[in-house]
């Protein structure tokens, strides 16, 4: 419980300015799954800088937004086939991990794309998997257009919380493969070492952030369902080149809570990641054309003989494909506010201050939350909700 003291200490603590930020759409301080042995016991000596306080109140809602995260299974769809007459690589069923695995994932889309030493490709989708697929088939040399019904701003991973999280919901862990889990640990380390490279830019499209996971109790824990997919967590297999997370000794903190643990971790910056990846690969001599597909047939209508598939949860239509199962998420964005620099992870929900606006979303009290559900649909309630939970940690609701 938090005492009126308490609340006054966390206030007092929280006002001047300093540190950085986090929390996703996944679970606490667990960017990379619960069980990725990132923990250690204890962080002896360090003190949290001074933290801007949250402005959490549900009038400074300016938009809320709803993800279907594409989850596969068996994990992404990479394979090849011949389809109207094209050669087609596939690359879409990402989960929760899309923007994290996109230049990994694009790497083995583009080999696959240029096999046989065609020159010219199609890409399908402008979200992320379509932008770095695009964009490495060109500085490999290829000719490239994409071919989407909507840009960016309209696609789902534009809707995306922006958190480095490349084991989030990306497969079932009894339904993989076998060499699964390798060929992933490729497509993160190849991602995270490419994210490395866009460190410091203008606009930071790609920053660090530090994250603070707060619980009232012992470390709360995703129950079991019944039934339910066992999600696969392989965060152990980046363990030598992912900061972990820490317990902090109390009084080393000013968060009214009985555990704090403290990480660090990378994060995206959407907007203008999306916008710097767009405007590179149009500079670089590609087109971007408007163009619906209702079916497999529509690709005949395109020039180019190799076509890779980025369509994300859009392929669960346009290719039938009812191994995509929705996992619905929804974001309330906030005014942002340029002096806090810091996230949090309270009661199933987290905070993510972003440059566009501070990132809220409620993640549920079970793996299972959104599973299955295609609703789109924004949830005011929800949002409201989940605001007023991180206000009762500054003082308010």
Known sequence: MTTTSSRRAILAGLSGLGATSLAGCVTPDRT??????LIASSRPGFVVPPLAPLRMSADRITKITVCLRPFRAAGPRLD??????KRVVHNYGHGGSGWSLSWGSSTIAARNALEGGTREVAVIGCGALGLTSALLLQRAGAKVTIY????TPQARSFRATGTWSPDSRVADAD??????PALWEEMARTSYATY?????????PVSWSDRYSLFDGPAETHPHVEGAVRFAEYGDRLKDIVPGFHELPAGSHPFPAARVRHGTSMQFNVTDLAHMLTNDFLAEGGAIVAMTFDTPADLA???????????GYGARALWKDETITPVRGQIAW???QPEVRYGLFYRHVSVLPRPDGIVVQQVGDSDMWGYGVADERPDRAEAENAVATIAGLFGGA
């Open 334 to 336: 906030l005014a942002p």
């Open 175 to 180: 339904k993989v493969a076998p060499g699964f």
């Open 301 to 311: 209508r395109l020039k180019e003989p190799v076509v890779v598939n980025c369509t």
């Open 80 to 85: 090849v086939e011949n389809v109207a007459g």
């Open 148 to 151: 989407a019904k909507e840009r």
């Open 196 to 204: 490395q490279t866009l460190l410091g830019l203008p606009g930071e």
């Open 32 to 37: 990379l799954g619960r069980s990725s042995g």
